[in-house]
């Protein structure tokens, strides 16, 4: 298994930021239908995705936004088609997030200068028993491929830690089983390089979507060289009181 985190950004789809992949622009999966996952938004100049999990909150992950001023960012949403005259781009103004993500806390909360008008995403704040995965994006369908214009879905089985924490790499980074998810790359069905930040979801008994991770790594869909990819999400029900508090500050604060 490779595990290297990909970042897009400007005419650059994917750059290697560290030791883990994150998503491009779903491999193997279908267009989502326009207005199945309105709380999905883009992150520009940086090419991620990521969740409205308040009007005015965006959850994305950590490696998106590392280092970069909270003002720095256009959230284009209310679209599936990113050359929709009908979506909208909104800045930034302030993001919070987990320190030393390659360690594992790959999350961030961004804040948007208006709250927006769309629905919203809820998020886990307890573990879930979960049988598949679904993860959307516009990210590549393989390495080096352009990103999607149209949003995309995947459907990808939920892998055990047992099973997902068998290769050796693991034994040396023993922080990420405690915070992260993973799914199976089946027939070449994962996300990609460009899908990073956003949201992998479960379905509830009620037909509720609930937000149980982030895109964070595990592949580049490099099916040209034969990867077999582990895709891995940043676990938020683990991190859900971080990211609560996040979103607490934020928007209390002025900024």
């Known amino acids: 298994m490779r595990f290297e985190r990909l970042l897009t950004a400007g005419v650059a789809l994917a750059a290697v930021l560290a030791t883990a992949a994150p998503a491009a622009a779903i491999s193997g999966g279908e267009r989502a239908a326009p207005g199945e996952f309105p709380w999905m938004v883009r992150l520009l100049p940086v090419g991620c995705g990521g969740s409205l999990i308040h009007p005015q909150l965006v959850l994305t992950a950590q490696h998106c936004v590392d280092e970069q001023p909270g003002d720095s960012f256009t959230v284009v949403s209310g679209a599936a088609d990113l050359d929709d005259p009908q979506r909208t781009s909104t800045r930034s103004t302030a993001i919070i997030g987990g320190t030393e993500w390659w360690n594992g806390p790959d999350w961030a909360v961004v804040k948007l200068e208006q709250p927006l008008d769309l629905p919203t995403l809820r998020f886990a ?26 949003l995309h879905k995947v459907e990808l089985p939920f892998l055990p830690d047992e099973q997902c ?13 405690r915070a992260t998810v993973c799914a199976k790359s089946v027939d070449q069905r994962s996300h990609c390089p460009g899908d990073s930040g956003g949201p992998a979801l479960h379905r509830l008994p009620s037909g509720t979507w609930e937000q149980v991770g982030i895109v964070s790594a595990g592949s580049d869909c490099d099916w040209d060289a034969g990867e077999e990819p582990t895709p891995v999400y940043t676990d938020v029900a683990y991190f859900s009181q971080s990211i609560q508090r996040a979103a607490d500050q934020l928007l209390s604060s002025a900024g």
């Open 125 to 150: 704040t307890e573990p879930q028993d979960l049988r598949t995965l679904t993860v959307t994006g516009w990210g590549t369908k393989k390495s080096g491929g352009p990103q999607e214009r149209f």
């Open 165 to 177: 924490f068998d290769d050796p790499w693991w034994a040396e980074h023993p922080e990420y089983p």
